[in-house]
């Protein structure tokens, strides 16, 4: 903890990719639910989203998520251009 | 029925049974703009919420609370009891018993609030243009500003903020719609169903919720599928929708669905457009398939005049065909069977329905 950051216990992480995220907020805590899209059983042309992680934040850390997130994208479209 | 000649069945409700259709009620507190403009006040203050956490409160504390000072407190709480929101005894406010019974839909009720007030500027300005001059109205209305499709195609922030706008609004309309729909329609007979600018899989969400064997695709436009799978990524239905990004203007129809939709997609294109993609479903679906037409029914105003809260629809007064129209239609493409009931909500709908041979 010389820097100052948090030390993580790994142990119970896991990782995933997902592209799609939307997020709820009730007076308690914030929903935010991350999933991907998948090719469709039928036809390659058909898509379907899949849940992968719904994290329930509490107010305080979603407001910090929001601050770490903005400043973060501001960085990465400075420097690669606006994503679309 | 025979040939050109639909039947109307109109839906016979048990009376004093919990229908699906209560969510009518809200709009009985959007009838004049002056109503509909003091209660998004009270949504805008946190009046609404500050009642409903405390039951009521007295004339002071909440103006207090929400900052207002009080001769502006009792204007709106005069506006507001007059409308049936809000009860005064003895000082004391509360909300009244009748729109406690709306807020269980207050996604609706704010929506039409919403709709209805972006719609006024158009009214109150444009209505000339609209009775006289259809396509100048068109080309200055906000409200086809906001809904135009040709910002559906390419990917953008501004593109997909403006989508998200207007998808909202028919998203929440479509949750209830969804509703009386199911009681026209025996839709647990079916098991594989396609909407065709099926917008968000709202309408397929709410059909699946109710019938487990259904699963369903929506056929829309690019962003509309990339908005859509984010609205329904949360369901518990969510693996039973699917999305396909096209074009029914240029795009064939995919097969393999027992039933195809078309809820209040229809309208929006001109007779031409919506008779081809009649034609088209009519090819794709299968021997003993069915097509449902979901549409609002022509605007019939000559018995009351219209609410506030159907300024938006007024708007779109020329949109809306005779169901004998689409019925034709499906005729001459062959299909039988044809049936059509009909439902009044905020006004009258009909479902119309079709099998192929």
């Known amino acids: 903890m010389g820097n100052g950051a948090p030390r993580w216990d790994l142990t119970a992480m896991s990782s995933a990719y997902c592209n799609i995220a939307t997020a709820t907020a009730t007076r308690d805590a914030v929903a935010i639910n991350l999933g991907v899209t998948q090719s469709g059983d039928r036809a390659p042309a058909e898509v379907k989203p899949e849940l992968l992680h719904r994290i329930l934040l509490a107010p305080r850390a979603a407001r910090h998520l929001h601050q770490v997130l903005g400043s973060l994208l501001g960085e990465y479209e400075a420097q690669r251009g606006e994503l679309r | ?357």
């Open chain 2, 1 to 357: 029925m025979t040939a050109g000649e639909p039947v109307s069945l109109p839906l016979e409700r048990e009376q004093g049974a919990p229908g699906d259709l209560e969510f009518l009620i809200v709009d009985r507190f959007i009838g004049t703009m002056v109503d509909a403009r003091a209660l998004k006040t009270a949504f805008e203050l946190g009046l609404v919420d500050r009642l409903l956490e405390q039951r009521s409160g007295s004339i002071e504390a909440l103006g207090r609370a929400l900052g207002v000072d009080a001769p502006g407190l009792r204007l709106l709480l005069d506006l507001l009891a007059a409308n049936g929101v809000v009860e005064e005894r003895g000082g004391d406010v509360r909300l009244g018993r009748r729109f406690l019974d709306a807020l269980r839909y207050r996604d609706l009720l704010e929506t039409k609030l919403d709709f209805a007030g972006f719609s006024i500027n158009d009214f109150a300005d444009l209505f000339t243009a609209l009775v006289k001059e259809p396509r100048g109205f068109a080309g200055r209305a906000r409200m086809f500003q906001l809904f135009d499709y040709r910002r559906c195609l390419e990917p953008s922030r501004e593109n997909y903020a403006q989508v998200r706008t207007w998808m909202r609004i028919t998203s929440t309309l479509t949750r209830y719609e969804a509703l009386a729909c199911m009681q026209l329609h025996a839709f647990a007979g079916h098991r594989r169903a396609l909407d065709v600018g099926g917008n968000s899989g709202e309408f397929l969400l709410q059909l699946c919720r109710r019938h487990p064997q259904l699963s369903g695709t929506v056929l829309d436009l690019p962003l509309v599928c990339d908005i859509g799978m984010e609205h329904v990524l949360a369901e518990p239905e969510a693996s039973r929708i699917s999305f396909i990004k096209a074009d029914v203007r240029s795009d064939p129809l995919p097969s393999g669905y027992d039933l195809i939709s078309f809820k209040s997609m229809l309208h929006d294109w001109p007779a031409e457009e919506a008779d081809r993609f009649l034609a088209k479903a009519a090819q794709a679906l299968p021997s003993g398939g069915t097509l449902l037409i979901f549409e609002r029914s022509p605007l019939r105003v000559r018995e009351a005049t219209p609410p506030f809260s159907l300024i938006p629809t007024l708007l779109f007064f020329r949109s809306y065909r005779a169901p004998a129209e689409y019925a034709a239609r499906l005729e001459a493409l062959g299909l039988h069977e044809v049936v059509l009931r009909e439902i009044q909500l905020d006004t009258a709908f009909f479902v119309l329905s079709a099998k192929k041979r």
